[in-house]
């Protein structure tokens, strides 16, 4: 008799204690970032990496450097369609006469969908495919240019953006 | 949240202290061993419930309660409820609103002594819940901010004809404190095996079940009070004349 009450205190203390922290896990695939790929012009089957290069979101004071990478990770907006960034190569370079910028702008669709309790909501992206739409790519703000700066070429491989894992534009250089 | 929990200690702990004490009389009392049970309809409504719709903001729930002495120990037993919860999470705002009841039976494991009519008992329940859920406002989640981070959005949007069933293992008590009043405290262990949930979003509260879990368990708990109604009455002669013997 006693024994099933003192069962039933520690029952009740167990239960009332198991609430979960509500963190959400950095496994769970949440809003992705655009994964670019960096290729050797001279030899595009091999990819090729960037030195120093500073990504700078328009209107933004502070960038996002990668010191030596092939594949970078691009945040996109989540509040608008259209994305710009500058893209400075050699960005810490202390002659200024190396130092290569070429402004890409993005433009795509957002979606929202539903992850869990803790992480929310997450947003995915669609590359523009459609002729009506803007491009899904905009080098140095003319439409109908294919190469700038320093870029030599551009493609989008993955018009859909919906985790890290694959590369959605390659940049030959 | 932790002030919740400590006064949910301090009631579990005068609950189960109060039952001790009414056995403590009870065995005091020395009565003639002529023993009956009494069947009958016991009903009630849990008292935590009504307490949290007071006390915790943005929850208004009742549940209604009742078993039937089928035979010596068991009981059929059934809630009815309906429950208005908003959830105010880091991501999510939203709000579950339906109904619930439940059904099946106790089985009291308690020896009651002479006319004690007291109950420990073991049951199962099937629940059923139909609900509706309104997801008040969200936030996109941004493990890599660069921009401005972006506000909750407010949505609004209702997902209607929602429902879920389960199964509960119950374990409790039922202690008779004057007359044919009561008062009970029950544990459930609650296992989720249907859940019709939105497309884009889930189903993170049920009324009945309540919060769920990344798997298929959930958790509960009643403290009830309830009126016995006796509806007739039945001798025991076989446990009477296992105590003679114990006497001799």
């Known amino acids: ?19 979960k922290d509500d963190i959400c896990d950095p496994n769970t695939p949440t809003t992705p970032r655009l994964i670019v790929d960096f290729y050797d012009i001279q030899d595009p089957t091999k990819t090729k990496n960037v030195t120093d290069l500073a990504i700078v979101g328009d209107g933004m004071t502070t960038g996002i450097l990668f010191p030596s990478e092939s594949r970078i990770q691009v945040p996109l907006q989540l509040t608008e369609d259209t994305t710009k960034y500058s893209f400075i190569l050699n960005s810490k370079n202390s002659n200024p006469a190396l130092i290569f910028t070429d402004v890409i702008e993005f433009n795509y669709s957002r979606k929202t969908v539903y992850v869990s309790r803790a992480c929310g909501y997450k947003t995915v992206f669609d590359l523009n495919n459609d002729t009506t739409l803007p491009n899904p790519y905009v080098l140095n703000n003319d439409p109908t240019a294919s190469t700038g700066n320093w870029i030599k070429f551009l493609t989008v491989e993955n018009y859909n953006i919906e985790n890290e894992n694959e590369t959605h534009i390659k940049i030959y250089f | ?8 200690y301090i009631f579990s702990i005068c609950l189960v202290l109060s039952s001790l004490l009414i056995q403590a009389q009870a065995k005091k009392t020395d009565s003639i061993p002529v023993k009956t049970n009494r069947y009958g309809l016991r009903f009630g409504v849990d008292l935590s419930k009504i307490a949290r719709s007071f006390y915790e903001d943005k929850y208004k729930g009742l549940e209604v309660v009742g078993d039937y002495r089928l035979t010596k120990k068991y009981y059929l037993g059934a809630e009815l409820g309906n429950e208005n919860k908003t959830v105010n999470d880091d991501q999510l705002n939203f709000t579950t609103k339906g109904s619930y009841f439940k059904a099946g039976f106790n089985y009291n494991i308690y020896d009651n002594w002479l006319d004690m009519e007291n109950l420990i008992y073991i049951g199962m329940r099937y ?13 996109i989640y941004n493990a890599n901010p660069y921009f401005p981070d972006t506000p909750a959005i407010a949505s609004g949007e209702k997902f209607s004809g929602l429902s879920a069933q389960w199964a509960e293992v119950v374990v409790g008590i039922n202690a008779k404190v004057f007359n044919n009043f009561y008062v009970g405290f029950s544990l459930r262990a609650n296992l989720l095996f249907s859940n019709k949930k ?45 105590k003679d013997v114990k006497k001799k």
């Open chain 1, 1 to 19: 008799m006693k024994k099933i009450l003192i069962l039933l205190l520690i029952v009740a203390f167990s239960l009332s204690g198991c609430e």
């Open chain 2, 1 to 8: 949240m932790k002030m919740r929990h400590t006064s949910k």
């Open chain 2, 127 to 139: 629940g059923v819940s139909t609900f509706s859920q309104t997801l008040n406002s969200y936030k």
């Open chain 2, 198 to 242: 939105p497309n884009t979003f889930d189903n993170l509260y049920i009324p009945g079940f309540n919060r769920t879990y990344d798997g298929n368990f959930g958790a509960g708990f009643n403290y009830t009070v309830s009126y016995f109604l006796p509806i007739y009455k039945k001798k025991v002669e076989t446990t009477l004349v296992k």
